[in-house]
């Protein structure tokens, strides 16, 4: 059979699943939908559509309604699980922003979750966390959405509290809450663009690439000076103009009932009053009159290159055509780029990407070089050059592509969560919820011509930005000299259309300031066979019906800890030497055959485990499975390829030391392991130990390491057939009976606080490790319970130290505190990034919160938040098929039963603060913490030393400085 043929049959296979099985949805959706148009919807909401399951077709089924100010309603329900998710999208981003007036958008998402009219300060997150459900608010150019992930018993609660911030929130914008989620902003601006490495590129980009005043040239987070001007009156236009119920789209997925969630919508969202009319901005194309060359200088190992071509919005018929040329130039080991940067060893990174907008897109190559960027640039053009010249997009390549996309669509549709953030995109930007068809129509629509005229009409010898980032003092690495400079930025009045806005207060007949109680969860116990192969590996398998794929997670006690020292990172060598070439077949062709099937192989080392992941669509399982045997049992050990991984590791150590949070991380680790301890050291090892391994040693590992007596498998698949499942992987019999042997080494104790404080000059934020020694893991012993004190201390958002430090400093985006524990020791951890002006202020106030929670305990107030917040929230720990995966090792690494949640509810539900308290005083000392301090010395080394703790300097790799 020719391998185009194969490739078209494959993609047939594929696409027949959507026919067996919606089951890509429950089995009792289609019953609930039809149901939809049978019922008369409540005054003021009216049904426009119902889109059922379609034979052959993959969709989301859901339900559309529109309230009478406008306001879209999608409802998607799904039984499998009792979780809803809840979204609300306001078409509004950055993009609507004017010259001067960046971040608005983004600074106004922040706003959202300070409180409204009936929810009291700061209360949105402890509501929702109480509640045992997840939130978050994301910002980009284009829109603005705020969503939950509840059980589906808190479903009324979430949409009080979502009509709250839609209807209630300007009398709630305090110029004091402003200050501190103004302070906020800049602190994540900090964390993810000036204190990053690279993270200036996009603005730089930006600024470029798109005409002065177009509304993509700046970035979402905005520009700080924009921040400093921005006042709190701003923002509450900003609000009202832009966050109407006519602006925005509300989705619920999930364990529903529809006739009583819509007239929970009627109830919550009926009587906000419509906002000012919203019209679509206008798309233009993008024209660069030239070349730009440009570049800055960064606190960084490896210089960047990045190319960005202007291209077309999303809408457009050429979109996807983009998306198939970055992914056929850059993706997998038989690309292009891969082979010209990454194989040669010219790069340690190197990628194409298609970044397509509402209003235009661009389309990027950037590659991490070792080579200096002239020769890069140079390199790049003829790659692209000879690729042309050798044919181009071929068949293969589009066939291989289009079953990788379906693929990752069956992804997609795993969570209610994803399901039904895609249905809010759809609908914001394409009109219709129902565009997953048509987008399936485009990807099996695409030809290798289509490519090339992209290819042609958008990149070769088309103008372009060309960014150089290069280390700080190394000017001479840029690709070319500068020729275009960003210009004096305008900074505009305020538009006309923000005068004259008024608020008017919804008007209803009923007490909104009465929050809607819950009636008790129902969590269905876990359906998880079990057994033994025939080779005595003990499996677990849990079915999944909803998606036809199959999952599969093998796991040998063969990580990083079980490594002799003096060869630390030789299990993370064998990983990658894995993926690697067999005796049969190169890297590239075992890439493109896995591609082709539209299943993946993942092998990789942790701390303790050494893993192989496999995903694939349950109709090639025997093709994949059969790969894998060939992985396992015919690695070629190639001394190229052995040369070329060391080399990336070697690339990689060099790239953790100009992060200051894995600075921090390493440097913790170096302390707390101790000198002997093969943890110590980063778990791709360091310059010293990767020099003594040899191929040889490798290969020794393999041979004693992998093997069945460390081996368990977990198993989620729409294959409800156990035994036909086990059988295929009889395979795994012909692994030897490796043995560990393992004897953990004695983790030194902490005797007294002392600050270890590393110099990363100029940085523009601290990052801050506050840790301990703790216990081991345990599902049902002291470690679980310590986890239950940590949640109010440290562990949720409302805990004390992120609101302290957070939501009343404005020091952080973020800091929260964890257990760490596995069978043999654990810890304990307060970590995060905070401005380098309140370094020595953040750990003083750690310190006085540990002995604020050592002097008084968590109160009984604490304890029921804490209760109620992890009792619901075990419904949403088990829905997609990492996390069942990841259930099912636990069960079999600690040998717990497989009703032990049973037994966490019942700690849970009698637990007493006392019995918290004690075991605080057990765990905590104040005297014996060690503190990490990656910072800017200059600034605030004084300050550190000031706070009458033992400091010690440490460079970068953790050693004293004399």
Known sequence: MKKTTLFLVILDAILSNAQQSPKNIASNQIKHLKQAMKFKPPQGIKFIENIPPQAGVINIPYAKYQLDNGLTVILHEDHSDPIVYVDVTYHVGSAREQQGRSGFAHFFEHMMFQGSKHVADDQHFKIITEAGGTLNGTTNSDRTNYFEVIPSNQLEKVLWLEADRMGFLLDSVTQQKFEIQRATVKNERGQRYDNAPYGLASEKTAEALFPKGHPYSWQTIGYIEDLNRVDVNDLKRFYMRWYGP???????????????????????????????????????????????????????????????????????????????????????????????????????????????????????????????????????????????????????????????????????????????????????????????????????????????????????????????????????????????????????????????????????????????????????????KQGKTSFETPYMMMEEKEVPKTKILISFSAGHRYEPIEKAGISSILADILKESTKKHTAEELDDKLSALGSEINIYSTDNDFIIQLSSLSNNLDNTLEILQEILYEPKFDTADFNRIIKRKLDALQQRKITASIIAFDVFNKIYYGPSNVLSIPNIGNET??????INDVQE?????????????????????????????????????ASTGYIEPTIPNITQTKIYFVDKPNAAQSEIIVGTNALPYDATGNFFKATILNFPFAGAFNSRINYLLREIKGFTYGTRGRFEGDKYSGRYMISGGFKKDATDSTVRFILKEFDKLLSEGISESELQFTKNALLQSEALKTESPNQKLSLMKTIMDYRLPTNFKEHQKQILTTITTKELNDLCKKLFDKNRLSIIVVADK???????????????????NGNTLK
Do not use: C
Not at 284 to 302: A, C, G, H, W
Not at 433 to 454: A, C, F, G, R, W
Not at 468 to 495: C, F, H, Q
């Open 246 to 528: 006519n602006n925005a789209v509300l989705t619920i997925a999930g364990d529903i009932d529809m006739q009583k969630t819509l007239r929970w919508i009627v109830k919550y969202f009926g009587s906000i009053p419509k906002g000012k009319d919203v019209f679509p901005m206008k798309s233009t194309p993008v024209i660069l009159p030239e070349t730009r060359y440009i570049s800055y200088e960064d606190n960084i190992k490896f210089p960047m290159l990045k190319w960005s071509f202007p291209t077309v919005p999303f809408t457009d018929k050429d979109a996807k055509a983009l998306d198939f040329l970055a992914d056929i130039l850059s993706d997998g080991k038989s690309s292009p780029i891969y082979q010209a940067f990454i194989k040669s060893g010219k790069a340690t990174s190197a990628s194409a990407y298609h970044y397509s907008r509402e209003l235009s897109g661009q389309f990027e190559f950037t590659i991490r070089s070792n080579i200096p960027l002239t020769e890069a640039h140079q390199l790049l053009q003829e790659t692209l050059d000879n690729w042309e010249k050798n044919g181009g997009a071929t068949l293969k390549d589009v066939q291989k592509l289009k079953n990788k996309y379906i693929s990752d669509i069956y992804e997609r549709l795993y969570t209610v969560q994803n399901k039904g953030a895609l249905l809010a995109h759809y609908q914001t930007f394409f009109g219709t919820p129902n565009y997953l068809p048509k987008e399936i129509e485009q990807i099996q629509s695409i030809t290798p011509q289509d490519v090339m005229n992209v290819y042609y009409k958008y990149i070769k010898g088309k103008n372009k930005v060309v960014l150089s980032v290069v280390p700080k003092g190394k000017t001479e690495l840029k690709a070319a000299e500068d020729n275009w400079k960003m210009y004096e930025r305008t900074i505009e009045t305020e538009s006309e259309e923000y005068k004259g806005l008024t608020y008017i207060e919804p008007k209803d007949t009923f007490d909104r300031s009465l929050m809607p109680s819950a009636t008790p969860i129902n969590i269905p116990p876990l359906q998880i």
């Open 689 to 694: 130990t990767l020099k003594n391994i040899t």
């Open 701 to 737: 590992y393999y041979k004693k390491m992998i093997g069945k007596k460390t081996m368990n498998i977990s198993i989620i698949s729409n294959l409800n057939d156990e035994k036909t499942i086990i059988q295929k992987l009889n395979f795994l019999a012909k692994l030897p009976n």
């Open 938 to 956: 200059k600034n605030v080394f004084d300050k550190i030393n000031q706070l009458g703790i033992p400091v010690i300097e440490l460079d970068i």
